[in-house]
């Protein structure tokens, strides 16, 4: 990780007009006054509180829907709607059932016009990557949830992205699954430090992964607090087990439990 600042989101708003059963409709504002910088290379997860905004954020970044407000700069420039240099990774790993693996990694290189040989070895490249090249034959329903979110990330690794966004892309898969693909995204990211933006619901997930960790209060969404995630590198899974990290979790515990206790002070006036 550098110091130099790969995202940079100031004073970020979104609001959406709620419908009640009247048809009478109420502002919800989602983010306001969002700042966060994301470092050029740098793990950073956004954790918080269901509908705090840090799906939102990232749709927005990702150029899948648009701030009311505010500015986000990537690399210094602002966002523009479809970019090659970020790619997502969703929780869903809408992946296309007729293609075999091998072609489902290629879709991103045929829409940017990579030729047909070049795009075949790049994509049996990342397909190595994520140790699943036997199975470029295969077609998505032949394999498991775990093995899919795997394609679903080589996928996007296939078209080399400067930023790579992920949202809860393992909350799907069952636990011990779900660790694994912990780990094996660590490994991805080792090899090449990629900036990676994730957001996720799990404490011990975002401990685990990040450089850092940009806590959200809710009602609206901005940022609370970042906290720094001073565990050594490479991390595996015994490092749960250490003092530090269950320091950190304590701390994150304390703060979710702090904003649900506020959304419940704020629900009775409202």
């Known amino acids: 990780m550098t110091d130099i600042i790969k995202v940079r989101a100031r004073s970020v708003s979104r609001k959406f007009q709620l419908k009640n059963r009247q048809g009478k409709s109420r502002p919800l504002v989602v983010l306001e006054d969002f700042d966060l910088d994301l470092k050029e290379g740098e793990f950073l997860t956004l954790?918080?509180?269901?509908?705090?905004?840090?799906?939102?954020?990232?749709?927005?970044?990702?150029?899948?829907?648009?701030?009311?407000?505010?500015?986000?700069?990537?690399?210094?420039?602002?966002?523009?709607?479809?970019?090659?240099?970020?790619?997502i990774v969703f929780q869903s790993y809408a992946l296309l059932p007729w293609r075999t693996i091998l072609k489902n990694l290629e879709v991103?290189?045929?829409?940017?016009?990579?030729?047909?040989?070049?795009?075949?070895?790049?994509?049996?490249?990342?397909?190595?990557?994520?140790?699943?090249?036997?199975?470029?034959?295969?077609?998505?329903?032949?394999?498991?949830?775990?093995?899919?979110?795997?394609?679903?990330?080589?996928?996007?690794?296939?078209?080399?992205?400067?930023?790579l966004l992920m949202d809860e892309p393992f909350a799907a898969l069952d636990a011990q699954t779900r660790e694994d693909m912990q780990i094996e995204l660590l490994r991805i990211w080792e090899a090449d430090k990629k900036t990676i933006l994730f957001v996720t619901h799990s404490i011990d997930e975002a401990i685990l992964l990040s450089d850092r960790v940009a806590f959200m209060s809710t009602q609206p969404g901005r940022i609370r607090e970042i906290i720094e995630i001073d565990l050594p590198r490479p991390?595996?899974?015994?490092?749960?087990?250490?003092?530090?990290?269950?320091?950190?979790?304590?701390?994150?515990?304390?703060m979710l439990q702090d904003e649900a206790l506020l959304n419940q002070s704020y629900g009775a006036f409202i």
């Open 47 to 87: 954790l918080g509180p269901s509908g705090c905004g840090k799906s939102t954020f990232l749709n927005i970044l990702a150029g899948l829907d648009k701030a009311d407000g505010g500015e986000i700069l990537v690399d210094g420039n602002p966002i523009e709607e479809h970019s090659f240099d970020r790619g």
């Open 108 to 163: 991103g290189l045929e829409i940017r016009g990579i030729s047909k040989e070049e795009r075949r070895d790049i994509a049996r490249k990342n397909l190595e990557r994520v140790g699943l090249a036997a199975y470029e034959n295969q077609y998505p329903h032949q394999l498991s949830g775990g093995m899919k979110q795997r394609v679903a990330i080589a996928r996007v690794l296939a078209y080399d992205p400067g930023l």
């Open 235 to 254: 991390r595996t899974e015994e490092i749960r087990n250490s003092v530090e990290f269950s320091r950190i979790r304590k701390n994150l515990w304390s």
